[in-house]
């Protein structure tokens, strides 16, 4: 080793004399033995002692620029590689700070929160101080980042890739060593969104900033601040910035047993809800109200299924597009889904409810009566309670089997009617004008009937029409019998069609009443689906939210 110094020396002395031409050697000292790798030394040694004679003389000289004689003077043997301290067992203190400029995006889906802010780092570095006096009173120079030692600090959360880097922002350096080094970017942090109370949900998302090599032993990060700044805050339209919290952990990970800091900002926002109030919330109750006109729709229109499927079509395309803006997760469960669950519920029951009512509304004369009991139920108070209003006619004052009482002994009254006229032309034909004229005068048709011949004077029917029709009926021996025999004939046909008119009739009501009993279980329907959606809204989209 001895001999390889002074072999070193000697060749730095013989390099600086040709150099200069101080001196020259006709023969050099024998160099064998000596190994490559010391040329390489003594050429470092000769440049760095060159390079450093030469940043003396800039440093020196009056002409050169102070910030120029400055930034010689700094980085005249700097090595950026290595930690600015003298003493290798003391950290360096960085002090992280962050300014909060925009919140970019939110984006639910792939849960990334976009933030555009300012990371404000500073530290001491020992080997950047100076006098101001010797450099026309400089107190602070900026230097480019990529001179300097820079902590290793990354966003741990990271959602981006780590190759985009930094803006190459200078550092600010002060003549007692204080660092600062701003940095604007755009950070995209992997943020956990909870969307259980869409769209009406608040959102806590972290920054974790720290060393990604260095432990606490070997560089301790600090907040700089108990608060962000946001003074250069512009406001988002759609999430509104509630708080930013700043806090220090100290990490024991379990590769390494030395401490890590690490500093983390946690970023509370809440989303403005009038945005999805117009498109979402709004939209989901006005389609509610739709599925309610179901039940409002007369049977005989023949679209009442046709509105509820649309109607049930409608939520099933709007909640594709709300599931498109979720994240696709089976750990939370917005209220605009459960409400769109719910509404979908409710509008399929109301059309299998609605086949229910067309059925009992179209059941024909080949169907049996209504039972009592769903008459007692469905007829009387309960259309009072249901608001349904009825005809005030005389015949609604009647029960069905007075009902079809009258209408039977009005059809009665006009046969007996024409049969008094066929037996008036009977007698004339038998030449018994004279009796004609007195049974004319004496027929239970008389002037104290009504109008329209069906009711005496005091409204009660009469009762011996049926009977003047069987008496006056019979055949008399005459020579009118042949035309006896064809009366008789029209008087059966009549008595057919009495008949079928009285089946028509049963078969009229029986239709009519469960007509009425569709009404009565459709407005029942009604009210029990309208309690459904209101509560329903109620709850999911009033009382949940403004509980949480």
Not at 292 to 321: H, N, Q, R, W, Y
Request: aromatic share 10%; net charge negative; with cysteine.
């Amino acid at each position: 080793m001895g001999e390889v110094s002074i072999t070193l020396i000697l060749l730095a002395i013989l390099t600086y004399f040709a150099e200069y031409s101080l001196a020259g050697y006709d023969v050099l000292p024998d160099l064998q033995g000596i190994p490559e790798s010391a040329f390489y030394n003594v050429t470092y040694v000769v440049h760095s002692s060159d390079d450093r004679q030469k940043m003396n003389h800039n440093i020196r000289n009056q002409s050169v620029p102070d910030e120029q004689r400055l930034m010689y003077y700094l980085l005249m043997g700097y090595e950026k590689s290595v930690r600015p301290v003298r003493n290798a067992s003391k950290p360096v203190v960085v002090g992280m700070g962050l300014t909060m400029t925009q919140i970019f995006d939110m984006d639910e889906k792939n849960q990334v929160l976009v933030t555009n802010a300012w990371l404000d780092q500073g530290w001491h570095d020992e080997f950047l101080i100076w006098e101001p006096k010797d450099f026309n009173n400089i107190t602070t120079l900026r230097i480019p980042c990529d001179k300097l030692w820079l902590p290793d600090i990354v966003l741990y959360n990271n959602a981006a890739e780590y190759t985009d880097g930094v803006m190459p922002a200078n550092a600010m350096v002060k003549n007692n060593g204080d660092v600062f080094w701003p940095v604007p970017t755009k950070l995209q942090s992997s943020c956990k969104v909870d969307v259980t109370y869409f769209p009406f949900d608040d959102q806590s998302c972290r920054l974790k900033f720290g060393s990604w090599t260095y432990d606490g032993y070997q560089v301790d990060i600090t907040n700089r601040s108990e608060e962000v700044d946001l003074s250069n805050y512009v406001v988002n339209g759609e999430w509104e910035l509630l708080q930013v919290r700043v806090v220090r952990n100290v990490v024991i990970y379990p590769c390494c047993p030395e401490p890590f800091p690490d500093v983390t900002f946690y970023v509370h926002i809440r989303r403005r809800t009038l945005y999805y109030m117009y498109n979402v919330v709004f939209p989901c109750i006005m389609m509610s109200a739709l599925t309610l006109l179901v039940f409002c729709l007369p049977p005989d229109s023949g679209e009442k299924i046709a509105l509820g499927i649309t109607v049930l079509l409608a939520f099933s395309v709007f909640m594709l597009a709300v599931a498109e803006n979720l994240p696709e997760t089976s750990e939370f469960v917005p209220l605009i889904s459960i409400y769109l669950t719910i509404v979908m519920t409710l509008t399929s029951l109301s059309v299998m409810m609605t086949v229910f009512v067309l059925n009992l509304h179209h059941r024909g004369p080949n169907r049996v009566e209504v039972p009592p009991w769903i008459r007692t139920l469905c007829f009387g108070r309960m259309q009072s309670l249901l608001c349904i209003n009825d005809d005030k006619t005389f015949s609604s004052y009647l029960t069905p089997r007075e009902s079809k009482f009258i209408r039977t002994m009005s059809l009665k009254v006009t046969l007996d009617n024409i049969a008094q006229e066929l037996q008036n032309e009977i007698q004339l034909e038998n030449g018994m004008a004279d009796t004609v004229v007195t049974e004319r005068e004496g027929t239970t048709i008389h002037d104290h009937r009504t109008s329209d011949g069906r009711f005496n004077g005091d409204g009660r029917f009469n009762a011996g029409s049926s009977d003047s029709l069987r008496r006056h009926m019979r055949p008399p021996l005459t020579r009118g019998h042949s035309n006896n025999k064809a009366h008789d004939e029209i008087i059966q046909a009549l008595k057919r069609i009495l008949e079928k008119h009285e089946k028509g009739d049963r078969d009229y009501e029986i239709v009519q009443d469960w007509r009425r009993v569709a009404q009565v279980v459709d407005r029942i329907l009604f009210w029990i689906f309208f309690l459904g959606t209101f509560i329903s809204t109620l709850i999911i989209l009033v009382i949940t939210p403004a509980s949480k």
